[in-house]
């Protein structure tokens, strides 16, 4: 089969379609034949020889997919081949088929297409399992987003407000503020030339953000402890601004809070279908309703991988990039 290979760690241009050999589908898989494939920062890192894959993984990127079933193994029930399913991956998804755990395959979201579906599984995993699972963020608690108009973003901005949280977002400009507003954030932050953390604390009458979700890291890590209600939580999932920091604990234990980080996609395949399976049952019902949304920016065929790279860098897209066979 057709996969898009890294030939070597380093930039967009070291993405190369490539013949690999195809997927074995084990007694617990399920075989997707895969419509399209979605984008994420860990695709970047990997790329550039900064996060390999877990064992066992594909070495070709991709973290989630969309598709139709063509196998599934001996032990496998409640999935039938033909049927439209997306799914999260620890890798892979960047093929023409992918052999997946079953636990971590999703039936399509009524009202939701094939392609489109590769939007969901990554980034809707990923923000229930540490908005809701980790930080246990309630109805009538305050989030502060980063990036609210990325993937992983406007899935946050809208879960957590169907959930009954109030939502605030940093993002870098009008239109993506915008945006968010539109998906449902009510405090908008352009921290190319606001601090965030005056902001949340202004519109929250000195009260500040109970939950911020982080993909920046080192360099917001004090302004996060500042922003943070008391029994505040700040949980990490990305490192774009560093992974190293100096954190003053005074400033912790004063207000209680708390701060983890965390990763989805090296987490055991039993654990990753403890999230899906939170997913479907939470999620998929506001997808259904309409309540929550897919939001994709934009499509490339698999052979323009590299194209999509570079747009995914520049962050002029708001939601997901989709890779489509």
Known sequence: MRAVTITEPGGPEMLAVSEVADPVCGPDDVLVDVAASALNRAD??????????????????????????????????????????????AGGGYAERVAVPAGQVLPLPAGVDVVTAAALPEAMCTVWSNLFMTAGLAADEVVLVHGGASGIGTAAVQLARARG??????AGSAPKLERCAELGASILVNYRDEDFVDR???????????VVLDIVGAKY??????????DGRLVIIGLQGGRKAELDLAA?????????GTTLRGRSAARKAEV????????????ESGDVVPVVDRTFP???????HRDLESGAHVGKILLVN
Request: glycine share 10%; aromatic share 2%; charged share 20%.
């Open 221 to 230: 890590l004090s302004r996060n402890v500042d922003v943070l209600a008391a």
């Open 44 to 89: 970047v890192l990997q790329r550039q020889g900064r996060y390999p894959p877990p064992d066992g993984a594909p070495p070709w990127p991709g973290l989630e997919c969309s598709g139709v079933v063509r196998a599934v193994g001996d032990r496998v029930e409640g999935v039938r081949v033909g049927a439209e399913v997306c799914a999260l991956l």
């Open 165 to 170: 949280a109030r939502v605030a977002v940093t």
């Open 252 to 260: 912790l234990m004063t207000t209680r809070a708390s701060v983890s």
């Open 302 to 308: 698999m052979s323009e991988a590299a194209q999509a």
């Open 200 to 210: 949340v604390r202004e519109a929250t009458g000195g009260h500040g953000a109970d």
């Open 276 to 287: 899906v399976a939170q997913v479907r049952r939470h999620v998929w019902p506001l997808l």
